[in-house]
């Protein structure tokens, strides 16, 4: 009689989520777009809250997690308008002009950012510094990091 050889018990373990992400300039993707009311000094005001999933070379096995957050205002000059312009052109306002615009439009889109962390007095609390997105630009305008210099 053969005795039937066990089959190993194997399940696929999902990537762990990650907001520690090396300074740099990468690939990424919006995966979400949130309106969100925040509390600062000068009373409570609402933000755009967008959060991308990185691509980070030296981190291929984590999902790499960053956000950016903007006032939302979109009057000309405001941070929110001019991202958004670089990201669809002006064309985009132009013909939005006097209407509304929907920004569920930016989910799934493919963009590059930069990484930067930010230092500020109560950061000695904590083992990693502040992860912020400096820039978003559209795919192919920012010279990305490499692996080696992601890893220094």
Known sequence: MLIPKCK?????????????IPEGRYRAKITSVRKMTV???DGASEVLRLLFEVQVPSLPNTQNLAKAEYRLDLNSGSDLRNML?????????????GRTFDLEQLVSMDVEV?????????????SYPLVRVREIRKPGTMQLTEYAEANQ
């Open 8 to 20: 190993p018990l194997v399940i696929p373990v999902p990537r762990e989520s990650n907001f520690r």
């Open 39 to 41: 509390e600062r000094l």
């Open 85 to 97: 312009t670089r990201l669809l052109g002006k064309q985009v306002f132009a013909d939005a002009s």
């Open 114 to 126: 930069e990484i930067e962390h930010v230092t500020t007095s109560r950061r000695d609390e904590y």
